[in-house]
């Protein structure tokens, strides 16, 4: 019903620049809220950043003015650009749609992408 893609990943040296993006489709009334996660070896899934409806944004700390997500409400889509990228960075990174699905009175659904590799070499 729903189809949650990222792209934007790669192998990249520390300091680098990558820009994830991430585009929610099928059957949608709307968007609740986006949210960026990653997921290095061994260790739990984190948050990274989130948007809700209204626009607010939180970011996880170790974010630390590296990276800024921002949102393209008429294409269902968001995007991370991530600057000054460091080895630690090196996850999958998966984006998250919370949606209200066509069906009249639809609870909220949560959906997740594949995945991409953020890769930072040192």
């Known amino acids: 019903q729903v189809q949650v893609v990222e792209s934007g990943g790669g192998l990249v040296q520390a300091g680098g620049s990558l820009r994830l993006s991430c585009t929610a489709s099928?059957?949608?009334?709307?968007?609740?809220?986006m949210g960026w996660y990653r997921q290095a070896p061994g260790k739990q899934r984190e948050l990274v950043a989130r948007?809700?409806?209204?626009?607010?944004?939180n970011y996880a700390d170790f974010v630390k003015g590296r990276f800024t997500m921002s949102r393209d409400n008429a294409k269902n889509s968001v995007y991370l650009q991530m600057n000054n990228l460091e080895p630690d960075d090196t996850a999958v990174y998966y984006c998250?749609?919370?949606?209200?699905?066509?069906?009249?009175?639809?609870?909220?659904?949560?959906?997740w992408g594949q995945g991409t590799q953020v890769t930072v070499s040192s």
């Open positions: 998250k749609a919370l949606v209200r699905l066509l069906t009249f009175g639809s609870p909220e659904y949560q959906y």
């Open positions: 948007i809700n409806s209204g626009g607010s944004i």
């Open positions: 099928g059957s949608i009334s709307s968007i609740v809220g």
